[in-house]
């Protein structure tokens, strides 16, 4: 069973960074599409990048391309989302995710696949 923890959030104000990671288990990490999406109250789901096994392929969603960096550590099983730049219209849990598929201008990821999240708040 693929599990994923994610971690990393917590409040911060507006232009400043955080660091999101998540740990995943049950899976090939290493042959694995990983990905990011968040969700507000109220709010669609935004599905907002995805990185290869290799990390040569990444997506952004074009409202954080720029300000977030997907990267990963196969060795460490570990998925991260560096934010830069953040803002209030950031806030939301964002869950990582495994799976789908994933190309430079475009992401698709499992839509009934989620972890506990963790919640990322900018304050203005």
């Known amino acids: 069973q693929v599990r994923v923890v994610e971690s990393g959030g917590g409040l911060v104000q507006a232009g400043g960074s955080l660091r999101l990671s998540c740990t995943a288990s049950?899976?090939?990490?290493?042959?694995?599409?990983m990905g990011w999406f968040r969700q507000a109250p109220g709010e669609e789901r935004e599905d907002l990048s995805c990185i290869d096994w290799s990390g040569q392929i990444t997506y952004y969603k074009d409202s954080v391309k720029g300000r977030f960096s997907i990267s990963r550590d196969n060795a460490k099983n570990t998925l991260y989302l560096q934010m830069n730049s953040l803002k209030p219209e950031d806030t939301a849990i964002y869950y990582c995710?495994?799976?789908?598929?994933?190309?430079?201008?475009?992401?698709?990821?499992?839509?009934?696949?989620r972890g506990q999240g963790t919640q990322v708040t900018v304050s203005s």
């Open positions: 049950g899976l090939t990490f290493d042959r694995s599409i």
């Open positions: 995710v495994a799976g789908g598929s994933c190309s430079s201008f475009t992401y698709s990821p499992p839509r009934n696949f």
